[in-house]
């Protein structure tokens, strides 16, 4: 059994981003990682391979900021099937992600159960720096769970939810059960805080009619946040 690492990736190669510390992390509990590019204009492809992940192609016009849904079906539908085999993990994370220290060290008993299908995780957003997290409003881990490691089955249509933004870094027909892995998630997107308000604008623009969870946090991202240290 094998633990994959999937990942979309677009222009994600310069210094200001995280790419390489993200692979690097990857590799230490990944038997393998595989990458979606969605057409980078950068040196994306180049670092990923340096590092010595798979990367396919996607040759259309980029999808991410428009149908992100037809990009991760793509992803688990035609280019999957070629690197896992049936009972395989697939650990879904973005390219600004890295999972928390405990992942490593509890990796092996989490894949060995057996009559487990999906695991969820806490999702802690770094605030400003790499080390400080935001823990007011909606930026709270506690009590969120989010599906991120899912056991693979070939055999499975998967699908995601038809929508521009949110629909989900793993299918939504995915192997259950599904149950918390007890592991936490550092998404380093909001590290930057020159690039908050480009961020913020970025979601009001681009979904204008938010779900009222979504609203809620688009409303939250420019005030002032309660910070805490990073640990996990």
């Known amino acids: 059994m094998n633990l994959i690492t999937a990942m979309i990736m677009r222009n994600e190669a310069s210094e200001e981003k995280y790419l390489k510390e993200v692979l690097t992390e990857a590799h230490k509990y990944s038997d393998k990682i595989v990458i979606l590019d969605d057409n980078s204009t950068d040196d994306s492809i180049e670092v990923a391979e340096k590092l010595k992940c798979k990367v396919y192609t996607h040759e259309e016009e980029p999808l991410f900021m428009k149908q992100e849904h ?53 999702i802690w957003e770094a605030w400003g720096s790499k080390d400080k997290i935001r823990v007011d409003g909606t930026w709270n881990p506690l009590g969120k769970h989010t599906p991120i490691l899912t056991r693979f089955e070939p055999s499975v249509g998967y699908q995601f939810p038809k929508i521009g933004l949110h629909c989900g870094r793993i299918p939504m027909n995915s192997v259950k059960p599904l149950i918390p892995s007890g592991c936490s998630l550092l998404h380093l997107g909001w590290a930057d805080s020159t690039k908050h308000q480009s961020k913020h604008d970025f979601y009001v623009e681009n979904d204008p009619q938010p779900h009222p969870t979504m609203q809620l946090h688009y409303d939250s991202m420019l005030r002032e946040p309660t910070l805490v240290d990073w640990w996990l």
Not at 78 to 105: K, R, S, T, V, Y
Request: glycine share 6%; aromatic share 8%.
């Open 70 to 122: 037809r990009l991760r079906e793509h992803l688990w539908r035609n280019i999957l099937p070629q690197e896992a085999e049936q009972g395989d993990f697939i650990l879904a994370l973005d390219c600004d992600e890295i999972m928390g220290e405990q992942f490593l060290h509890s990796k092996d008993q989490i894949l060995s159960q057996n009559n487990i299908g999906t695991y969820t995780v806490q």
